[in-house]
């Protein structure tokens, strides 16, 4: 889930999937195509053979409702980028109890706590990407007690809202 660009880190995926066996996954590619039109074309090409036999689908943006549904029909969240500032996406995932993959760069540990609602991953690492989430297809175990604390984890962090209040006393304070 998010913009097709190199820093989202899905030609990374698409590395680390191709090292599990075609039969243990499936990958629901969801976001905006604008733009990076030679980064586009080459992952296109990647997924050709795979949308052909249903392995990949790429869906383009969708609404939030058609999001939430794939959040519902979907197991995973794998967003190995270079670089988060945060990560939205993440907890907004654990929302729908997806434990998330995730690289460990940026603030990704904010949101992905390793090994206890997601797995964070070195970047470029696609071995070690392909053995969390081939982990997570082999132990149901495993991913259903990620998902529960993934969920727990969404329960617990702020809302907008409270973040939106908290900013405005913030800065109240400050012009006072």
Same mark, same amino acid.
């Given at each position: 889930?998010?913009?097709?660009?190199?820093?989202?880190?899905?030609?990374?995926?698409?590395?680390?999937?191709?090292?599990?066996?075609?039969?243990?996954?499936k990958l629901t590619i969801v976001g905006g195509v604008v733009g990076h039109r030679s980064y586009i074309?080459?992952?296109?090409?990647?997924?050709?053979?795979?949308?052909?036999?249903?392995?990949? =689908?790429?869906?383009? =943006?969708?609404d939030n409702i058609q999001l939430a549904e794939h959040y519902r029909l979907n197991h995973l969240l794998?967003?190995?980028?270079?670089?988060?500032?945060?990560?939205?996406?993440?907890?907004?995932?654990?929302?729908?109890?997806?434990?998330?993959?995730?690289?460990? =760069?940026?603030?990704?540990?904010?949101?992905?706590? *390793? *090994?206890? *609602?997601?797995?964070?991953v070195q970047p470029n690492a696609r071995e070690e990407l392909a053995q969390r989430i081939h982990q997570?297809?082999?132990?149901?175990?495993?991913? =259903?007690?990620?998902?529960?604390?993934?969920?727990?984890?969404?329960?617990?962090?702020?809302?907008?809202?409270?973040?939106?209040?908290?900013?405005?006393?913030?800065?109240?304070?400050?012009?006072?």
């Amino acid at each position: 889930v998010g913009n097709l660009i190199p820093r989202k880190g899905l030609h990374h995926l698409l590395d680390s999937l191709s090292l599990l066996p075609p039969e243990t996954w499936k990958l629901t590619i969801v976001g905006g195509v604008v733009g990076h039109r030679s980064y586009i074309a080459k992952i296109r090409r990647a997924v050709e053979a795979k949308i052909k036999t249903r392995q990949i =689908s790429m869906l383009g =943006s969708v609404d939030n409702i058609q999001l939430a549904e794939h959040y519902r029909l979907n197991h995973l969240l794998v967003v190995p980028s270079s670089y988060e500032g945060f990560g939205i996406v993440y907890l907004e995932a654990m929302g729908f109890g997806l434990p998330a993959i995730a690289t460990d =760069s940026g603030a990704t540990a904010e949101t992905i706590i *390793n *090994n206890m *609602n997601g797995f964070l991953v070195q970047p470029n690492a696609r071995e070690e990407l392909a053995q969390r989430i081939h982990q997570l297809h082999l132990n149901r175990d495993i991913l =259903s007690q990620m998902g529960m604390a993934a969920r727990r984890h969404f329960l617990a962090a702020p809302t907008w809202e409270d973040t939106c209040t908290h900013i405005y006393d913030f800065l109240q304070k400050i012009v006072g």
